[in-house]
Each structure stands twice: as structure tokens, then as C-alpha cells.
């Protein structure tokens, strides 16, 4: 009786038990929690739509900027004002948000040194991505530009121990070949006196600019793998990391830029119109919410991101430039689409 008595005790903590893990899992998929993931979504899609727009406009209106064929503006110098933007949006917001006393003792070096090297990696990136543009049109660069995600994915395996499905690497194959097809069929091969009679735009890339786009590339996913690691490891706010990423980059883009002045270049902000400040404040935004996917999302978020660039660049290109496409253009962009659907599928 008493054996009877204790196991049917048992039985009883077992259904309340059990009734409760039965009510907890019903109060996850409360209307509040559904709500709450719906917002984050919605967020999450307008940043990386806004991220979308920007990075596929970049070389458009650059290539509005040109005068007589040439970027009348200072890379350098552009660059410098797109890190100050950065730093004092960063130190904003970490005003707004009460975070000032994190700067009130002077930092510890080791917190603050890992932040050196994406520094010194995006400033070699964004001035390449102005040099390329007197190499290339805009739309070769954006093209060739997405080589960098097989570039970034072949680092984030290495580096950080990602490990990719055998579709995902084969989608990195087909870009690479997308990349060598358009390259191919950009070249400047005809002969100048037929080029110099022809005076529409077209596709071109010299082999000087796919040497750029390769370095570009290997800097691009190198910078992203070791600022994603920095972000992540350490338990600081995303606003001062921020702050002490974008002080390094202030200081040595400075450097470049004066040294660049004192040399007898141009001016400081010479040459510059209103389509180079929206570019300037265009950069510096994406480079801000950039920081943001790193340190919340990952990788991989970033190559949709520059993958579905190539949509509104090519469109720019289109409407504002009046880009012709050669009759091979659409097969390099059909391998990237396969690419894209195997490795985000």
C-alpha cells in the first residue's frame, strides 16, 4: 500500500511537471513573441536594404564625379572624411548612450590594439576602391567586386574554422568563373582608332584594374574575418569599439592625406562637389551598419549583401550612365545567380 502510495505521488510530479514544460513552450509562441520576432526581421531587412543600396550605388556615382575621364577628387583625402564621420557618429552615440565613463581612464593597450589592423586593412580597401574606377566601369568593378565572397568564405574556413557544404564551395567555384568569363570578355583588346571613333560607353577592365580587384578582394575578406573575430571576442560596446576602430583609421588616413598635401598634390578637399559628400556620407554609413552585422549577425550576411549590390549597380548603371552591355554580359551574371542560390539556399 504504501509502495502504491509513493509511486502514484511520483506520477503526480511527473504530470505537473510535464504540465508545466507544456506551458512554458505555449508562452514562447506567445502573440508578444511573434510580434517581437516580426519587428526584429523588419529591422534587420531595412538595414540590409539600406546596405544594399548604398554599397550598389558606390561606383555609379563615382563615375559621376569624373572629369575628363579622371576622379577629380583626392582618394586619400575622401577616405579621411568617410573615417571622421565614422568616429564622430561613434562617439555620438556613445554620448546618447551613457557610455562616456568607459572613457574617463585611459584604455588598456591590449583592448585597444587588435583594433590596428582592420584599420590599417579597410583604409588599403577603400582607397583601392577608387583607384579601380580609372581601371574599369563601374559595372566590371561591381561585378568583379563579388569575387571577394569566394575570397572572404576561403578565409572564414580557414580562419575561423567555418566549415562550408559541398554546394556552398561549389557556388564559390562558379564565381570564380563568372569573374575570369567577364574579365575575359572586358578586356581592352580592340584596336584604339576603333575604340577612339566609338564614344559610348562600354564594359572595359585593363589588366592593370583585374590586378587591383584581386588584391581588393584578398584585403576585403582578410579585413572582414579578423573585424568580425575583434567585434565578437570582445565584451565591450559595439559604439566604443566602434570609436576605437575608426580612431586608428582617422590617424593613418590623416597621415596619407597630409603627407599626400605636403607632397604638392591637391588640397585637402579639393575637387570635391555635392555627389562626392553624399558618397562620403553614403560610406560612412554602410560602414557603420556594417559593424552592426559583424557584431550581431555574421559573414556570411555580409556577402548576401554584396551579392545583391550587383542588382542596383546594374540598374544605375543603366539609367544614369547609359552602360551598353555586351551580348556575353548576361552569361557571367546568370553563374552569379546560380552561385547565390546555391550558397544561401
Known sequence: MWNEYLLEIKWGFFCGSLRMIVIQNVGTRSPARIRSQWASRVKWGLLLSLMVLIYGSHAPLIALTKVDGRVPFSASSSVLMIELAK?????????????????????????????????????????????????????????????????TALLYSVCLGKRLQAAQWLALGLLTAAGLCHSYSSLDLEDP??????????????????FLVLVYCFVSGLAAVYTERVLKSQKLPLSLQNL?????????????????????????????????????????????????????????????????????????????????LTPFFPVPCAMIALAAYLYYR
Not at 582608332?193 to 583585374?210: I, N, S
Request: hydrophobic fraction near 50%.
Open 87 to 151: 568616429l564622430l557618429v561613434s562617439l555620438l552615440s556613445l554620448v546618447l548612450a551613457g557610455g562616456t565613463a568607459s572613457l574617463s581612464a585611459p584604455p588598456n593597450p591590449l583592448l585597444v590594439a587588435p583594433y590596428a589592423v582592420p584599420a590599417v586593412l579597410y583604409t588599403l580597401n577603400n582607397n583601392l576602391v577608387v583607384l579601380m574606377q580609372a581601371y574599369m566601369d563601374p559595372s566590371s568593378y561591381q561585378m568583379l567586386s563579388n569575387l571577394k565572397i569566394a575570397s
Open 193 to 210: 582608332v576603333g575604340a577612339e571613333a566609338d564614344k559610348a560607353p562600354r564594359l572595359h577592365v585593363t589588366a592593370w584594374g583585374l
Open 244 to 324: 576605437y576602430l575608426y580612431m586608428f583609421g582617422v590617424a593613418i588616413n590623416g597621415l596619407s592625406s597630409f603627407s599626400s598635401s605636403s607632397a604638392g598634390d591637391a588640397s585637402l578637399l579639393e575637387g570635391y562637389s555635392g555627389v562626392v559628400w553624399v558618397i562620403i556620407a553614403g560610406q560612412a554609413t554602410n560602414g557603420l551598419l556594417m559593424s552592426v552585422v559583424l557584431k550581431h549577425g555574421s559573414g556570411i550576411t555580409r556577402l548576401f549583401v554584396i551579392s545583391a549590390s550587383m542588382l542596383v549597380n546594374a540598374l544605375l548603371s543603366w539609367v544614369v550612365l547609359g552602360l551598353q
